[in-house]
Nanobody
């Protein structure tokens, strides 16, 4: 049984910062790519940032220079540091992880955490 638990969302004023965390627990043998997605009301889910097992990163153009993805492999945790937040960053943020549980590689999703940026 694998579980992804997210935390760190909330309400912040424009220009502020938040740090999201997503911790994977359970029968985990290995973790490959880890990603953050977001979904705003009435919009499709979009990838925000991704990090490989070796630390390579990729960002959506809309967040480059403002968001930083990182991971702690010892804790099976991925982070998203969000700075200079804008009202258009308001969305539910989801973590997404490729992991091996008992020899079975699958994609897992977190439950989502709400981020609201007020103007």
């Amino acid at each position: 049984q694998v579980q992804l638990v997210e935390s760190g969302g909330g309400l912040v004023q424009a220009g502020g910062s938040l740090r999201l965390s997503c911790a994977a627990s359970g029968s985990i043998f290995s973790i490959n790519n880890m990603r953050w997605y977001r979904q705003a009301p009435g919009k499709q889910r979009e990838m925000v940032a991704a990090i490989t097992s070796s630390g390579g990163t990729n960002y959506a153009d809309s967040v480059k220079g403002r968001f930083t993805i990182s991971r702690d492999n010892a804790k099976n945790t991925v982070y998203l540091q969000m700075n200079s937040l804008k009202p258009e960053d308001t969305a539910v943020y989801y973590c997404n992880v490729d992991l091996d549980s008992w020899g079975d590689w699958s994609l897992y999703w977190g439950q989502g955490t709400q981020v609201t940026v007020s103007s």
